[in-house]
């Protein structure tokens, strides 16, 4: 069974750091690109952060550039979201998908479900005091 599951999520206060992960199950993430999302109440989703197979290339959204990481373990079959100075805006649900090899910045900044393989459930992240 293919399946793609967030974790790590929670509530924190402003200034603060949080790591979510995306464990793969059912499938190997090496040879896809990996991208994490975000969706906050009232709000269209977007990209935050993606990775390439191929070459390990990483494209950011200005509003977490400096502030996120995104990084990958093939050999655990998990992506990880390293995020720090959270702010009150980045509360939403995170979300990671997968499609194959390549994030193609143009792709990964539309955030359609129909250019991404698999989806997570979701982790919700607040961030307030």
């Known amino acids: 069974q293919v399946q793609l599951v967030e974790s790590g999520g929670g509530l924190v206060q402003p200034g603060g750091s949080l790591r979510l992960s995306c464990a793969a199950s059912g499938f190997t993430l090496d040879y896809y690109a990996i991208g994490w999302f975000r969706q906050a109440p009232g709000k269209e989703r977007e990209g935050v952060s993606c990775?390439?197979?191929?070459?390990?290339?990483?494209y950011d959204s200005d509003s977490v550039k400096g502030r996120f990481t995104i990084s990958r373990d093939n050999a655990e079959n998990t992506v990880y979201l390293q995020m720090n100075s959270l702010k009150p805006e980045d509360t939403a649900i995170y979300y990671c998908?997968?499609?194959?090899?390549?994030?193609?910045?143009?792709?990964?900044?539309?955030?359609?479900?129909?250019?991404?393989?698999?989806w997570g459930q979701g982790t919700q992240v607040t961030v307030s005091s």
């Open positions: 990775i390439s197979s191929s070459d390990g290339s990483t």
């Open positions: 998908a997968v499609r194959p090899y390549v994030c193609y910045e143009k792709v990964f900044a539309r955030a359609n479900d129909l250019d991404w393989d698999y």
